[in-house]
């Protein structure tokens, strides 16, 4: 049977309140792993000064941090992949750093049982706002030990990571009364996320100076609000070339949902524009774009756009 997250399967796993030994829910077990080249990760050790001196991160410097979604680590392709696009095209100019909360994400769960899938998801969902706190207590170590403002620190989240994103900044204003200038929302999750159903958890426009969204499963994984200050659909938002018989054979929507990162990855190399469109238009596939007024979309997005997008773009690797 392929993993599932349906409502279905969800709404049984909270009425049992099963739950998993295995899962941590100790935000000490998340690590946080600089990475000067993309091939060689190093671990900053929260609170430890001498992990951060023996890492060379370069102070006083842009900071990208890198989180993946539920079930990730610091291997799964979305870590690995926007990593190396950050390092490769950026690396001079910042430091990029992957959160690795494998311990705390429901890495390494059988997915065979939809029951147990679902379950875990509950647990997972539960440690989104105390791990987006320990970031922002992360990013203030950064801060007292080398002079990196949270005003240095974008934060790329991917899926369940988008709404990590976005409790890095709910904590920033919080605890620290500090705004992180950038979270990108890649496809954030949709599976209880989605229709307010608890939107001061979820990743929100204004947990930053500046929140750009990319749906590309919208409705499905991926969330259906236009949660951002910028909302951008890409292909349509809710499905993507290259994947109409991945998400039917495979676990539904998962390659759609990976499209957001590959797309975002891509654009460092490829300029891809984007024309402002009302909700019908981004959705049903009637967007003329004016490239007279078409937007960057991805890393290089102006941080004054606002509103919904249409972007197009073809089959991604
Ligand atoms: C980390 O260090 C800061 C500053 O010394 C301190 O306030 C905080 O309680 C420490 N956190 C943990 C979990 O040890
Ligand atoms: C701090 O990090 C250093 C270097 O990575 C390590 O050798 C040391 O054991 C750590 N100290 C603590 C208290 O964890
Ligand atoms: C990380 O995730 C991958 C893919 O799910 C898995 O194969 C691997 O065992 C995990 N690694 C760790 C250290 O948990
Ligand atoms: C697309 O939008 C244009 C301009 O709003 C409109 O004239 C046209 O009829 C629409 N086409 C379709 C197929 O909906």
């Not at 494998?102 to 509950?122: E, V």
């Not at 080398?146 to 988008?162: M, N, R």
């Not at 259906?224 to 659909?233: K, M, R």
């Not at 993507?240 to 998962?254: E, F, L, S």
Request: aromatic share 8%; hydrophobic share 35%.
């Amino acid at each position: 049977m392929k993993p599932s997250l349906s409502l279905v399967s969800l709404s049984l796993a909270l009425v049992f309140g099963i739950g998993h030994a295995d899962i941590s829910t100790n935000v000490a077990d998340l690590r946080f792993v600089y990475y000067p080249t993309a091939s060689n990760g190093v671990e900053i050790v929260y609170n430890n000064t001498s992990s951060l001196q023996a890492s060379n991160l370069k102070a006083g410097t842009q900071t990208i941090i890198v989180i993946d979604g539920f079930l990730s680590n610091l291997t799964t392709p979305m870590s690995q992949s926007v990593k190396n696009a950050y390092v490769s095209n950026r690396g001079d100019q910042v430091n990029v750093i992957v959160l690795d909360y494998g311990r705390l994400s429901g890495s390494g769960q059988d997915l065979s049982n939809p029951l147990n899938t679902a379950s875990s998801y509950l647990i997972v969902m539960n440690n989104v706002q105390p791990i987006g706190e320990r970031v922002a207590d992360f990013i203030n170590f950064l801060r007292v030990n080398k002079q990196i403002q949270f005003s240095d620190v974008t934060v790329i989240g991917h899926s369940l990571g988008a709404h990590v994103a976005g409790n890095v900044g709910k904590s920033a204003k919080t605890n620290y009364n500090q705004e992180l200038p950038r979270i990108a929302g890649l496809d954030p999750a949709g599976p209880l996320y989605s229709l307010q159903l608890i939107p001061s958890l979820r990743l929100d426009r204004n947990d930053a100076a500046f929140v750009d969204v990319y749906h590309t499963n919208r409705g499905e994984l991926g969330i259906i609000d236009d949660i951002g200050q910028a909302n951008f659909y890409v292909n349509y938002g809710s499905s993507q070339p290259g994947c109409t018989v991945q998400d039917i054979t495979g676990t539904k929507g998962y390659c759609s949902h990976s499209y957001s990162w590959k797309f975002f990855d891509s654009a460092f190399t490829t300029s891809y524009i984007a024309g402002a469109c009302d909700l019908l238009d981004c959705i049903c596939g009637n967007c003329t774009i004016n490239c007279d007024n078409g937007i960057l979309a991805g890393p290089s997005t102006p941080t004054s756009a606002s509103g919904l997008y249409f972007v197009s773009a073809g089959p991604l690797p």
